[in-house]
């Protein structure tokens, strides 16, 4: 009897070492991804500063290092669901497997509370202190170095974390009067974090509900600028010559402007000055691609800017004629097929993920479907979680990463996001540490989008499950009927858009050309009585 319980003790001490080993390798894989993501997009230009002042240089590399592992969170919350739901399967496809037996019920609800504990940290703790530790300079009287910053830095976020706590405490008081008490009021850990957690939750599942539809629509022009259009829909010949040309003509100009030092044109371009040259189009901010567009203002410039203008320009249109050149020399098949079949597997996902809101949203009012808030303990392996077994997880999954993928897209088109959105090797510190709060946010919320509009019936694990606000009938049917017609809203726009376009235009040049013919016969008829 004492063999046998000692065998269930060695047993769980070897599971409980297994998995603390999984989650450090996962944890170390993410960090060292999103450190590297992060050391892409980072300002470059500072580091001649910070290699002359240490403090700096301390004060850079620990807001860095926090900014990573936020991100490995975030990161580690988008995929914890489609993991969930893969694991789920393959535990049903080869239940005594022995390469498969580490992956549990155990292994995954670790996960969930590893990633809803560390989301809370990073969130309230990590990029908050990031920020604050940058702008810090030191109590004044008080010797200046990092401990002086690190102290105001700790003083400066309790304080704030009193404020918000605070809040929280009235917030909650007013929301939820029967639960708010002097003793609950000591309950921090158990009753004020999550609920805080599930203000910020909301306001993330508010942020989906205007990103995803609008990266639907975004999506296909950032997919469609990385790819080679079909030639009978782009003549990639005419455009790589005619950038050579326009190339081949600021050369000259600008050769002729350093070898005589004029700061004009000359020769005067025999076009007027606002038609004839070419200026990247601005309006397009996710393509990299320079159309031919006028510049006004190029060949009007004087002294010194005129070269900078002119060498700024023969850059862009050197680095689209290269593209053009490789585009142009890639394979038949992939220049005609990739291009159309990418925008049909858009245009399904969009289309699916916009009617499971819809069928969603009837279920819920006949009755047939439960709300979201997860009542029960799920175990893996136990019966799969889409109608279609294997094959329906796999959608499943493939449709989460892509709300994942359309929501970040939806992300940085929004007006007050596009102030703070990463571009390569100029992204200062401060726009890392927003960003990486944003995409925290999101991807904390992504498991909460999939569960409420009916993608997944995988159950929420962990403390993910205990969002109050998961349970009410009206705010989860309001937000279903929302996203799907928003959704349905963005995609029928983005297909009509341009026919519409042009039935006004024939419409509207038809009418004014009706009214300039009657103000035309209005003079004759007149001359002729007369």
């Not at 509370?113 to 920020?131: D, G, H, K, R, T």
């Amino acid at each position: 009897m004492e063999d046998a319980e000692t065998d269930i003790r060695e047993q769980m001490f070897h599971n409980t070492v297994r998995e603390y080993i999984i989650f450090l390798l996962l944890f170390i894989v993410l960090y060292i991804s999103s450190y590297a993501l992060i050391s892409r997009y980072r300002w470059r230009a500072g580091e001649d500063y910070l290699t002359t002042d240490e403090d700096e240089a301390t004060v850079y590399r620990v807001s860095m290092c926090l900014c990573a592992v936020a991100l490995a969170v975030s990161i580690g919350a988008t995929l914890l669901l489609p993991i969930s739901i893969a694991g789920n399967e393959i535990l049903i496809l080869y239940p005594n497997s022995y390469y498969v037996k580490w992956l549990n019920s155990s292994l995954v609800q670790g996960l969930w509370e590893l990633v809803f504990l560390f989301s809370n940290v990073s969130l309230f703790a990590l990029l908050p202190f990031a920020y604050l530790f940058t702008e810090s300079e030191g109590f004044v009287g008080y010797r200046k170095g990092i401990m002086a910053r690190v102290y105001e830095t700790v003083v400066v976020l309790c304080l704030l974390g009193a404020m918000v706590l605070g809040m929280t405490y009235i917030l909650s008081a007013i929301l939820d009067r029967q639960k708010s008490s002097l003793h609950t009021l000591l309950s921090l850990w158990s009753y004020y974090l999550p609920f805080l957690y599930s203000c910020v939750s909301f306001v993330g599942v508010v942020m989906l509900l205007l990103c995803t539809p609008i990266g639907f629509v975004r999506l296909f022009g950032v997919v469609g600028s990385f790819l080679v259009k079909p030639q009978f829909l782009k003549n990639l010949d005419d455009e790589f010559f005619a950038y050579k040309l326009e190339e081949d003509c600021i050369k000259r100009r600008l050769d002729h402007a350093k070898a005589t030092g004029k700061s004009y044109v000359s020769p005067v371009p025999m076009s007027q000055p606002g038609t004839d040259n070419l200026a990247p189009d601005a309006d397009d901010d996710d393509c990299d691609e320079v159309s031919l567009r006028p510049n006004p203002g190029l060949m009007c410039l004087r002294n010194g800017a005129l070269q900078r203008g002119l060498a700024q320009r023969l850059e862009e249109i050197k680095t689209r004629r290269q593209q053009l050149d490789e585009q142009r020399r890639t394979r038949w098949v992939r220049r005609t097929l990739l291009y159309p079949t990418a925008m049909l597997a858009l245009l399904v996902f969009s289309t699916a993920t916009a009617l499971l809101a819809l069928q969603n949203t009837l279920q819920l009012l006949v009755g047939i479907k439960a709300l979201p808030l997860s009542t029960s303990k799920f175990t893996l392996g136990i019966s799969s979680l889409s109608k279609l077994g294997p094959i329906g997880a796999t959608l499943e999954v493939a449709m989460i990463l892509y709300m994942a993928v359309t929501s970040a897209v939806g992300l940085y088109t929004l007006p007050g996001v596009r102030l703070v959105r990463p571009r390569l090797h100029s992204t200062p510190l401060t726009h890392v540490i927003a960003n990486c709060a944003l995409l925290l946010v999101l991807s904390s919320a992504l498991p909460l989008l999939a569960r409420i509009i009916g993608v997944t019936n995988f159950d929420l694990l962990g403390d993910f499950g205990r969002i109050e606000w998961l349970g009410n009938f009206k705010l989860v049917l309001f937000y279903n009927v929302i996203f799907a017609s928003v959704a349905i809203g963005c995609l029928t726009t983005k297909f009509t858009a341009t026919v519409r376009k042009e039935i006004y235009a024939r419409l509207r040049s038809s009418v004014l050309g009706i009214f300039k013919r009657d103000c035309k016969r209005a003079p004759t008829l007149a001359a002729k009585d007369e």
